[in-house]
């Protein structure tokens, strides 16, 4: 036995070249549920990645050392390479937990640019079938 699927009735007012059959299906969606996309659409977010959890582990380390070598100016008997070394590490990653965060906002920027394009359809779409 064959069953025909459902078909959405609908008019236009203004005349198309109607494309393949095929590749223009369409559903009817409710308003509601348009309204409750576009809305969870802006709202999206993703928890913070791997990159900004180190940037701050790196930045309480640099700190961490600048402190030490605060404590330590007054030292006495102290090896030679000692301050120099907390020196370096704190110069270091402070310079590495920069770059992280550099990328991180990097990354950040990207899916504001992705949820703007997703939002943009989402209007050309509302334009094309009058809809909100």
């Known amino acids: 036995m064959n069953a025909t699927p459902p078909t959405l009735q609908y008019s236009m007012e203004s005349s198309v070249a109607m494309p393949n059959p095929e590749s223009e299906q369409r559903f009817g969606i409710r308003v509601v549920d348009w309204k409750r996309i ?18 701050d582990a790196c930045f309480s380390v640099s700190v961490t050392a600048i402190f030490t070598f605060i404590g330590l100016l007054g030292q006495q008997n102290l090896s030679s390479w000692i301050l120099p070394t907390i ?28 949820v703007k394009i997703f939002q943009n359809d989402m209007d050309e779409i509302e334009k094309m079938f009058a809809i909100c």
């Open 38 to 55: 576009r809305r969870d659409a802006v709202q999206f977010t993703e928890p913070p990645s791997t990159m900004s959890r180190i940037s």
């Open 87 to 114: 020196v370096v590490a704190a110069i270091l990653f402070f310079l590495f937990g920069a770059l992280l965060l550099y990328f991180h906002n990097k990354e950040i920027e990207g899916k504001k640019r992705n």
